[in-house]
């Protein structure tokens, strides 16, 4: 995984056909996805439940490019290596999830993945000022992570401000949830260059009908470059 600033799309397959998600991660990558954006979720960090290691391990061959994990999981040590055996390149972790964050993004980092970590709405910028030569990723939740389809949250000066801590380090800013044609710019303006989008690439396609997905992911990006025209 080379680093670079440039706008990355990733689809969340949590907005994929649940029966379908070999089939869902081969189309959206065909229709331009750069990343795929795989959301774990354990009923308890957050009140919803998706999926775990196993399901990753199976999608991974369905994969070309980068497969980012969301953990949205407490406790997130325990089950660091079974994700990065699964063949997960990214594996984020929320600060909020534990009292050890520090300790974590080095055990994911031991596990030879990058290190991402997820800071929720209600939690400051600073929160990761001691973490960015731990880190790879910082995702800013624009939701209250759990759902999907939810109403994006407006998270421009923390975005700022990360972007300022971050300097000429190899960190991604990595924007989720409620992102679409008319949010992004607003992201991507502010120094973000990964966008999580779930409803917003999925809607209106499918497995049988994938055109959508790529019409979808390009408004995306257009919205988002537009800022730098
Ligand atoms: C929310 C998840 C997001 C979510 C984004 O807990 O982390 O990745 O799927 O979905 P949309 O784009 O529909 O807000
Ligand atoms: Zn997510």
Known sequence: MSFDRKIKIAPSILAADFANFGAECEAIEAQGADWVHVDVMDGHFVPNITFGPAMCAAIRPHIKGVMDVHLMIAPVDPYIDAFAQAGADVISAHVEAGP?????????????????????????????????????????????????????IDMSSKIRELRAMIGDRPVHIEIDGGVDPKTAP????????????????????????????????????AAAEGVYA
Not at 114 to 124: D, E, F, Q, S, Y
Not at 205 to 216: C, H, I, T
């Open 100 to 152: 050890h964050i520090h300790r974590t993004l080095q055990a994911i980092r031991a596990a030879g993945a990058k290190a991402g970590v997820a800071l929720n709405p209600g939690t400051p910028a600073s929160a990761v000022e001691h973490l960015l030569d731990l880190t790879d990723l910082i995702c800013v939740m624009t939701v209250n992570p759990g759902f999907g389809g939810q109403k994006f």
């Open 186 to 221: 607003l992201v991507a303006q502010a120094g973000a260059d990964v966008l999580v989008a779930g409803s917003a690439v999925f809607k209106g396609g499918s497995v049988k009908d994938p055109a959508p997905y790529g019409e979808n992911i390009r408004a995306i990006r």
